[in-house]
């Protein structure tokens, strides 16, 4: 399992193996977020076989599948509360984890600024300087 920290409670990761859960809860975790569409992996890979293993090991568990046209303000509200509602560090996977980065980005850009979120994106391996004039947008707005 390839878990990098974005902050102290937040954790990405690429796609998640159903063996993985019993790593993440030794490592702390609490909640599970996939953001991962089950029509871009196989079935042994797919949110149900991902959850029941998660749930054996006493994970929380969400299902939020994001791709470009559903990153919308909705899904990213609802991502934030996701990590907001763990009882504690929070683990979201994707295909390679930059989906969960970004939609932790912008849930985050209202009250920090860009440089504090690119700096802790790139420190985990993501590059999103793309996002800065998003990030620099909601930020000026928040």
């Known amino acids: 399992m390839?878990?990098?920290?974005?902050?102290?409670?937040?954790?990405?990761?690429?796609?998640?193996?159903?063996?993985?859960?019993?790593d993440a809860a030794r490592a702390g975790v609490t909640t599970i977020i996939c953001n991962r569409p089950d029509p871009e992996i196989?079935?042994?890979?797919?949110?149900?076989?991902?959850?029941?293993?998660?749930?054996?090991?006493?994970?929380?568990?969400?299902?939020?599948?994001?791709?470009?046209?559903?990153?919308?303000?909705?899904?990213?509200?609802?991502?934030?509360?996701?990590?907001?509602?763990?009882?504690g560090p929070t683990l979201a996977y994707c295909a390679s984890g930059t989906r969960s980065t970004v939609v932790w980005a912008l849930g985050e850009a209202a009250e920090t600024p860009a440089d504090d979120i690119l700096f802790k994106a790139q420190a985990a391996g993501y590059d999103l300087e793309g996002?800065?004039?998003?990030?620099?947008?909601?930020?000026?707005?928040g």
């Not at 390839?2 to 019993?22: A, C, G, H, K, N």
């Not at 076989?49 to 990213?76: I, Q, S």
């Not at 996002?131 to 707005?141: F, H, I, T």
């Open 131 to 141: 996002l800065r004039p998003s990030l620099d947008a909601a930020y000026q707005k």
């Open 2 to 22: 390839d878990m990098r920290q974005i902050t102290t409670d937040y954790f990405v990761s690429p796609q998640l193996d159903p063996t993985d859960m019993e």
């Open 42 to 87: 196989p079935p042994s890979h797919q949110a149900q076989a991902l959850e029941a293993a998660a749930k054996a090991e006493g994970l929380a568990f969400v299902l939020l599948p994001l791709t470009h046209d559903t990153m919308t303000p909705e899904n990213v509200a609802k991502h934030r509360a996701a990590i907001e509602a763990s009882e």
